[in-house]
């Protein structure tokens, strides 16, 4: 009897060792290095999965989460929840900053999404009639940029001060009495059927299945004030800027292998900034 008590303390000893070990081997080791970045669907999360493996070779892990809207994904940087986001422009930023009381800030602008004139019930800019309705974005700063489209082509005509907010109340000019039909962002293209024509931010049209070179009327020139002006960004908490994932993410997404994979994947609907 003694001596299985002895062999079964020599076993609990040689055990306890053995787990004692991988324990301290396991404190040697370096520790994951996670970036969170929230995300909307396209083309930002499929920009970011391309990134993945580049940002592994470094020694990073790229954790993505996709959101819908663009409330939460700033939300969430806010509260230290993620790292940083990418879905957003340098004026929604400021909007939402100056709205929401946040304390965001550009990281690094990656690329550009011309807004582009579809067709609805019409197919022609000259087809427009009295009381014709256009679907616009509703928040304040896509709703400025689709008004500035809508008079860049003729069809109303805004205060000279109303910049980039700009609203339906700023129009001083209407030859036809377009109804502005305002729409969260989202839903725009699911009215397609029902108005003579959208104005789509770029990510909600390609998620319609809409080419802004081959099916939109009209869009902004990638030379535009537009394009400098609406450049999508990876926005951070005031602070973490210059943090070493956030550097390296900003390093990798500016690279030569997104770069050409922007340009063969979206058909000039997204252009690298």
């Given at each position: 009897?003694?001596?299985?008590?002895?062999?079964?303390g020599?076993?609990?000893?040689?055990l306890t060792?053995i787990l004692?070990?991988?324990?301290?081997?396991?404190?040697?080791?370096?520790?994951?290095?996670?970036?969170?970045?929230?995300a909307?669907?396209?083309?930002?999360?499929?920009?970011?999965?391309v990134?993945k493996?580049l940002?592994?070779?470094?020694g990073?892990?790229?954790?993505?989460?996709?959101?819908?809207d663009?409330?939460?994904?700033?939300?969430?940087?806010?509260s230290?929840?993620?790292?940083?986001?990418?879905?957003?422009?340098?004026?929604?930023?400021?909007?939402?900053?100056?709205?929401q009381?946040?304390?965001?800030?550009?990281?690094?602008?990656?690329h550009?999404?011309?807004?582009g004139i579809?067709?609805?019930?019409?197919?022609?800019l000259?087809?427009?009639?009295?009381?014709d309705?256009?679907?616009?974005?509703?928040?304040?700063t896509n709703?400025?940029?689709?008004?500035?489209?809508?008079q860049?082509?003729?069809i109303?005509?805004?205060?000279?001060?109303?910049?980039?907010?700009?609203?339906?109340?700023?129009i001083?000019e209407?030859p036809?009495g377009?109804?502005?039909l305002e729409?969260?962002?989202?839903?725009?293209?699911?009215v397609?059927?029902?108005v003579?024509?959208?104005?789509?931010?770029?990510?909600?049209a390609?998620?319609?299945?809409l080419?802004?070179?081959?099916d939109?009327?009209?869009y902004?020139s990638a030379?535009s004030?537009?394009?400098?002006?609406?450049?999508?960004v990876i926005?951070?908490k005031?602070?973490?800027?210059?943090?070493?994932g956030?550097?390296?993410?900003?390093?990798?997404?500016k690279?030569?292998e997104i770069?050409?994979?922007?340009?063969?994947?979206?058909?000039g609907?997204?252009i690298?900034?």
């Open positions: 009897m003694k001596q299985k008590v002895l062999v079964c020599l076993t609990i000893s040689l060792g004692s070990g991988c324990g301290n081997s396991g404190q040697n080791e370096e520790a994951v290095k996670t970036i969170k970045v929230a909307s669907v396209t083309p930002h999360s499929e920009i970011l999965e990134a493996p940002l592994e070779e470094q990073w892990v790229l954790d993505v989460t996709i959101f819908n663009y409330i939460q994904p700033n939300l969430v940087v806010e230290g929840d993620f790292d940083a986001n990418y879905f957003q422009h340098i004026p929604y930023l400021e909007s939402f900053n100056d709205e009381k946040t304390n965001l800030v550009n990281a690094g602008g990656i550009y999404e011309p807004f579809y067709p609805g019930k019409k197919s022609a000259a087809d427009l009639e009295a009381g309705v256009i679907a616009v974005p509703n928040d304040t709703e400025a940029r689709a008004l500035q489209l809508l860049a082509n003729g109303i005509v805004l205060r000279e001060d109303a910049g980039l907010t700009a609203t339906i109340h700023d001083m209407n036809l377009i109804e502005i729409l969260e962002a989202a839903q725009v293209s699911r397609m059927d029902e003579a024509f959208v104005v789509l931010n770029g990510n909600f390609m998620q319609a299945g080419s802004v070179g081959k939109s009327i009209a902004e030379d004030e537009a394009a400098r002006t609406y450049v999508n926005a951070v005031a602070g973490n800027e210059n943090n070493d956030i550097n390296i993410l900003i390093n990798v997404l690279s030569e770069r050409k994979y922007i340009v063969d994947t979206y058909d609907a997204v690298p900034y």
